[in-house]
């Protein structure tokens, strides 16, 4: 099982970046998908969270109305499309699959900084 994410780098404050997580070796459909992400010195943070068909999402307050978490299922891959970046969105960006008892992957993180 490999999650690869994709996307991140330098953003000035107001900017955009998307993030792509790109799943193989595993049935990607029969997965929920989540982000989190860890700014530097602070606790693992759960930013979004979108259903197995992609039906239904959730977000973090910190980033609900800026973000959108998607996914293409025929693609294996999911998304978090990230607007009106602050500088408070600086962190590692992890792509999390869960399956109930019978899997949970993560990604290998994606450095997002906004900076000016």
């Known amino acids: 099982v490999q999650l690869v994410e994709s996307g991140g780098g330098l953003v000035q404050p107001g900017g955009s970046l998307r993030l792509s997580c790109a799943a193989s070796?595993?049935?990607?459909?029969?997965?929920?998908m989540s982000w989190y992400r860890q700014a530097p010195g602070k606790a693992q943070e759960w930013v979004a969270y979108i259903t197995i068909n992609g039906d239904s999402t959730n977000y973090a307050d910190s980033v609900k109305g800026r973000f959108t978490i998607s996914r293409d299922n025929a693609k294996n891959t999911a998304y978090l499309q990230m607007n009106s970046l602050k500088p408070e969105d600086t962190a590692v960006y992890y792509c999390r699959l869960t399956r109930g008892a019978i899997g949970d992957y993560w990604g290998q993180g994606t450095q997002v900084t906004v900076s000016s």
């Open positions: 070796g595993l049935p990607f459909s029969s997965y929920r």
